[in-house]
């Protein structure tokens, strides 16, 4: 959420014109026109809230005025009936502009809720996915001597995968994992738990796979993306669309101390998601499933550290593609194409050969101090000074399906079995191929 007081800040304080700032970076982002009429209806709903809050403190001022001089007149044994009359007319009228001033605070932070993220002044501007810029790459791609197939293809074919079964127990974008596939996605689930806490010193958490909107609306899910989420009819439970949901919330309304900063977490889940809006897209295959299992990384620290912190967890969330010899690239999002919350992401895109092009594997992201002020974390410094906002971080460290797609596509053989990563064999008790 965007900080309004320092939107109204003069320039003269230290050169910088937060709101011209804020509303270039509005307008650099997709969607910039909604953005920025939002924005001019809650700077103009914020004048008349202040408006109100003014009158109502100048008539509470005169209600205590009148009533001082009424203990004065009953004290002097003197009538104060017309005084008495006029200070309940005061109570009722600033009642009354008490409670507009409610209201207007409530549609204030209501318009608050649905504004974006400020991108980082080391975003690139552009209008979609065709202004990221590719800032590294990684791996050789396997040159193969046949057309290779895609992971449905080889899933099916394999008997370890079986979409038709899943259609008929529950519906569309779900799939039975068997076999190798279903030992495989146990399997790098631990393998990703374990070189986060043993290798990258991230503490082990398995949250809640269940939360109340409260928790959504910490992370900025809500109310902007409310229908991508199923709801538990009759209660305030969602299921989670990524445990960054409650990991993030974990510290809720929270102070730390400065000393307790940074903290790290590697959290396992699996995640619901509708996929309201992406219909026609990756019907085939596990790429866009209701529901996968996804290893987190979150990050709370000290707002001088999170770009050096954005970086490090980047790079924990590569080393899993590393371990696993997977080619991938790395993309900084550019404004159009980044993520509500966000001020900087960069996405992960492993090679998959059966689609013979890359497809993100992770998304790690700076939120800066966006979530921790919906959220209300802070921290109080060393220096004894004000409580400040921590700032957030996060990014998959990988998404599982995804991971288990890029090997079957990767280690595929012209026969149709697949190689099992050396770095994986341990947790598929020491085989070496899926036949």
Not at 160 to 183: M, N, P
Not at 325 to 342: N, Q, V
Request: aromatic share 8%; proline share 4%.
């Amino acid at each position: 959420m965007i900080d309004i007081k320092l939107l109204e800040k003069k320039a003269e304080t230290n050169g910088i014109d937060y709101l011209a700032d804020y509303k270039q970076g509005l307008l650099n982002r997709s969607g910039a026109d909604e953005h920025v009429k939002t924005l001019e209806q809650l700077l103009k709903l914020n004048i008349e809230r202040k408006e109100i809050i003014s009158i109502s403190e100048t008539e509470k001022a005169k209600q205590n005025k009148l009533s001082a001089e009424v203990g004065i007149l009953k004290r002097e044994g003197k009538d104060a009936t017309s005084v008495l009359a006029e200070v309940d007319q005061l109570k009722s009228k600033v009642k009354d502009l008490e409670l507009k001033a409610q209201e207007a605070d409530e549609r204030v932070q209501n318009l608050a809720y649905v504004l974006p993220n400020k991108p980082h002044s080391s975003v690139p501007v552009g209008k979609d996915e065709t202004g990221n810029k590719i800032v590294k790459t990684w791996g050789e791609i396997k040159k193969m001597n046949f057309k290779p197939k895609e992971h449905f293809e080889l899933g099916e074919k394999l008997n370890i995968i079986d979409f038709e079964r899943a259609g008929k127990t529950t519906g569309a974008r779900f799939a039975f994992l068997k076999g190798a596939a279903a030992q495989m996605e146990r399997g790098l689930i631990q393998f990703m738990m374990d070189i986060h806490s043993t290798k990258h010193g991230y503490t082990e958490m398995i949250p809640p796979f269940i939360v109340n909107s409260k928790s959504l609306l910490g992370t900025g899910q809500f109310p902007k993306f409310k229908d991508e989420v199923f709801h538990l009819t009759g209660t305030d439970y969602y299921l989670i669309p990524t445990a960054e949901v409650p990991v993030t919330n974990y510290y809720n309304g929270e102070t730390l101390t400065e000393a307790e900063l940074p903290q790290s977490f590697c959290a396992y889940s699996p995640c619901f998601r509708s996929e309201a809006g992406s219909h026609g897209r990756d019907t085939k295959g596990l790429i866009r499933q209701h529901q996968f299992d996804k290893v987190e990384l979150m990050t709370f620290c000290h707002p001088s550290q999170s770009f050096e912190m954005h970086e490090q967890l980047t790079s924990h969330a590569e080393n899993i593609l590393i371990a696993l010899a997977l080619p991938f690239r790395r993309s900084l999002l550019c404004t159009g194409d980044m993520g509500f919350g966000s001020s900087k992401t960069y996405d992960l895109e492993v090679w998959l050969p059966g689609q013979n092009t890359y497809r993100e594997i992770s998304s790690c992201s700076n939120f800066e101090d966006f979530q921790a002020r919906r959220a209300n974390i802070r921290f109080k410094p060393k220096d004894g000074g004000k409580p400040q906002f921590v700032h957030t971080l996060n990014g998959s460290g990988l998404a599982v399906g995804r991971t288990l797609i890029a090997i079957l596509e990767n280690y595929q053989r012209e026969d149709g079995s697949v190689e099992i990563p050396t770095a994986l064999r341990p947790y598929m008790g020491n085989k070496t191929e899926i036949k």
